[in-house]
C-alpha cells in the first residue's frame, strides 16, 4: 500500500512552501489594495489543451476591459500562446518553482492590484489564486456536461449577460494567417495519459490504412516526450514510407499550432493537440477513452468523436481503454467521408 497523501515528501514539501508564501504576504493580506483600476487578473494554470480552449473567453473579457488591462497568470511552458494573441502582461509560474520566485512574483501582482481576478479552473482551485489578495473574484467550479458551459457560467458572474456556446468557441486560425503546408493528414501519435493512448498496434494499422486510403498526402506525426519518440521511431522502422514524416519533439509549439492549422484532417486522441484542432475549426477524428459522456466531447460539426464497444478482450496492460482500445479502421473510415475529406 502506497503512503498516505499527507506523509508523502512531495506533499509536505509543497505545503510547507505555500505556508512561506502565504506567510511572506500576509501585508497585502490584511491590507487590501484599494487602487481604482481597470486590471483584471486571469489565473489559467492548468494544461495546453485547457488554455487554447480558454481563448475566446479571455477575448471576450478583453474586449469588455480592453487588452492593455489584462494580465495573465499561466504555466511557464504555455507563455508563447499568450504572447501569440496580444498579450503582454504575461506572469508565469510553476508548481515546483523556488519559493523566493513566488514570493517575489506575488508580492508583485499584489502591488500591481486587481479590479476582477477570474479563476479559469477546468477542474479544482488552483493553489495560486490563494496568494491574490486584490479584486473581485470569480471562478468556474460548478459541474457541467460540457467545457464550455463553464465559460459561460464565469462570463455571466462577471459580465452580467449569457452567452451561446457559438459565441465562447475557440477560433485561433487569424493568427495563423499564411499556409505553409499541402496536402497533410496530422496525427497526435499519443497523450501525456496512457489511459488516453491508443496501443501501438492500433496505431500502427491505422497509418498503414491512411497511406492506403491517400496515397498523395504526407501524414505527419506530432507529439513530444521520449514516450512518443520511441512510438515513432518504431513505427518509421516497421512502416516504410516517404509520406510519413516524423516531427514528434522537433517543431516548437507554434509550429506544431500551424501545421495542424494547415491539415486535411487531424486525427488524434483527447489531448491538448485535439484541442488545438478545434480551436482551429479543423476536421477532426477524436479517438475517445471514455465509454461514458465526457465534458471534453466538441460535438461541432467538424468532429468526429469515436468509440469502440470495447469489451474485456480489448483490455491492455498499459495503454487505452476497452473503448479506445476497440475503435476500427472502418470508423475512421466512415468518419473520413462523414467530414467529407478529399482524396
Known amino acids: 500500500m502506497g503512503k498516505i497523501k499527507f506523509l508523502k515528501t512531495s506533499y509536505l514539501k509543497r505545503k510547507l512552501r505555500e505556508g512561506i508564501v502565504k506567510l511572506a504576504l500576509l501585508d497585502y493580506k490584511f491590507l487590501k489594495s484599494k487602487k481604482e483600476n481597470k486590471n483584471v487578473l486571469i489565473v489559467t494554470m492548468d494544461a495546453l489543451g485547457d488554455n487554447i480552449v480558454k481563448s475566446r473567453t479571455i477575448e471576450i473579457l478583453a474586449e469588455e476591459y480592453g487588452k492593455e488591462n489584462i494580465y495573465i497568470l499561466c504555466k511557464n511552458k504555455w507563455k508563447t500562446l499568450y504572447e501569440m494573441q496580444g498579450y503582454k502582461n504575461i506572469f508565469v509560474d510553476e508548481t515546483k518553482w523556488n519559493v523566493f520566485y513566488k514570493i517575489k512574483l506575488y508580492r508583485k ?179 475517445h477513452w471514455d465509454s461514458n459522456k465526457s465534458a471534453w466531447e466538441h460535438n461541432f460539426n467538424n468532429v468526429k468523436i469515436l468509440k469502440g464497444n470495447g ?21 475512421i473510415e466512415n468518419a473520413v467521408k462523414e467530414l467529407g475529406v478529399l482524396k
Open 311 to 331: 469489451t474485456e478482450k480489448d483490455k491492455n496492460e498499459k495503454y487505452g481503454t476497452p473503448t479506445l482500445n476497440s475503435i476500427t479502421f472502418e470508423q
Open 109 to 287: 501582482l499584489n502591488k500591481i492590484g486587481f479590479f476582477k481576478v477570474a479563476v479559469f479552473n477546468h477542474s479544482s482551485l488552483p493553489p495560486e489564486e490563494r496568494y491574490i489578495y486584490s479584486g473581485e473574484k470569480y471562478d468556474m467550479s460548478e459541474p457541467v456536461d460540457y467545457i464550455l458551459e463553464k465559460h459561460i457560467i464565469l462570463l455571466n458572474k462577471i459580465l452580467k449577460r449569457k452567452l451561446t456556446l457559438e459565441e465562447v468557441k475557440p477560433d485561433i486560425r487569424k493568427y495563423f494567417p499564411e499556409k505553409k503546408y499541402e496536402n497533410i493528414i496530422s496525427i497526435a501519435v499519443g497523450t501525456a495519459a496512457y489511459f488516453k493512448t491508443p496501443p501501438y498496434s492500433n496505431l500502427k494499422l491505422y497509418i498503414e490504412k491512411l497511406l492506403e486510403k491517400f496515397p498523395n498526402k504526407k501524414i505527419i506525426l506530432l507529439g513530444s516526450g521520449d514516450k512518443q519518440k520511441r512510438i515513432v521511431v518504431k513505427l518509421k522502422n516497421e512502416i516504410s514510407s516517404d509520406l510519413i514524416i516524423d516531427l514528434v519533439d522537433k517543431v516548437d509549439l507554434k509550429e506544431v499550432m500551424q501545421i495542424i492549422k494547415d491539415s486535411d484532417l487531424f486525427i488524434g486522441g483527447d489531448s491538448g493537440l485535439y484541442n488545438i484542432a478545434f480551436a482551429l475549426n479543423k476536421k477532426i477524428i477524436c479517438l
